[in-house]
């Protein structure tokens, strides 16, 4: 299958690098439109150049779209509008350009968008209402693919708390947007999609870079913290149940049980209990490379993505909703 990303920035370099491992990959095109970076792209990974988003999609099969998220509304209507119709001529000396065998989506190429699906629901709304049938379009909420996440789902009976911590330092890389749809929403579709179900109550604190959300599903309380302004790189999650307190860890892919102890000791006047600490295997992975080969397995099966435009648009809502309680 032929791949191409539009975007060459820190998570679509990541995206062409993974394409270029992935055997069910064929030929790799990327766009960018810093022109002579992308041309200098192209020459030292030794992938196709295409001169126009336009081309790109008229020349692959399936496209990761990793332009800033003001950008994504836009570059997707292209693909869902784009003709089946493949140019002739290459584009003379551009490294590596030229016309690509393969066939495309009957009506339009497939999509892989980053996260958030767009700049707002309303946007979102209106790029589902584009979606064809013979299309296979995702979003990359990668951490529902975090190895833990499965594990943690398969675990959990009936959760009594529930509290997720994402936390980074202070960076330049990220300018146009509030800490809560950059990183507090992988945690809201964790929660809205994965581990609970159905209506819930919502309240919320914050700034644009530190936010906390408290969730309510029926009597368990599910609290979200996320910053942009913390000295420390954090990335877990806490479940707490009657007999046991599940602890994860997303950047280590660790999963940890803390059962309480059938009978407590008595030592110098105070109760004693030692907990029985169990960890629980994890087979390690990279959850952006576990995502794209879903993606173009989702394909060649012409089955759905798992992160759907609907839930992704969902997520998008949560995070308004979040954003005009507690962000000005």
Do not use: W
Not at 38 to 54: P, Y
């Amino acid at each position: 299958m032929d791949v191409g990303v539009i975007g060459i920035g820190m998570m679509g370099r990541n995206h062409a690098r993974i394409y270029s491992e992935l055997k069910s990959v064929g030929d790799l095109v990327v766009f960018d439109t810093n022109t002579a970076y992308a041309k200098e792209f192209a020459r030292q990974h030794d992938v196709h150049l295409a001169g126009s988003i336009q081309e790109l999609y008229r020349m692959v099969e399936a496209v990761s779209i990793c332009v800033p998220t003001k950008h994504h509304y836009q570059i997707a209507e292209t693909a869902f509008r784009n003709s089946n119709s493949r140019p002739s001529p290459g584009l003379g000396d551009m490294p590596r350009v030229r016309t690509l065998a393969g066939t495309a989506a009957r009506c339009g190429t497939h999509l892989l968008i980053e996260k958030p699906i767009c700049s707002t629901s309303r946007e979102a709304e209106k790029l589902q209402n584009l979606v064809s049938t013979d299309q296979v379009v995702g979003v990359g909420h990668i951490e529902r693919f975090n190895p833990i996440i499965d594990e943690i789902a398969r675990i959990i009976t009936e959760p009594l708390y529930v509290e997720i911590k994402r936390h980074n330092p202070a960076s330049a890389r990220i300018n146009d947007s509030t800490v809560v749809e950059d990183l507090m929403i992988h945690d809201i579709d964790i929660v809205v999609h994965r581990l609970f179900h159905g209506n819930y109550r919502l309240r919320c604190a914050g700034t644009r870079d530190i936010c906390g959300a408290l969730f309510q599903f029926n009597s368990t309380p599910v609290y979200l913290s996320a910053s942009r302004k913390s000295s420390k790189k954090m990335r877990t999650i806490l479940i707490e149940e009657e007999d046991v307190t599940i602890e994860g860890d997303f950047m280590n892919q660790e999963v940890y049980i803390h059962r309480k102890p059938n009978q407590y000791e008595l030592e110098n006047e105070r109760y004693v209990q030692e907990n029985i600490i169990e960890k629980v295997l994890v087979n390690k992975v990279e959850p952006l490379k576990v995502e794209l080969s879903t993606f173009l397995d989702c394909i060649n099966a012409d089955r759905e993505f798992p992160v759907t435009p609907a839930q992704a648009t969902e997520n998008l809502r949560i995070c308004e909703r979040i954003r005009e309680g507690c962000i000005k």
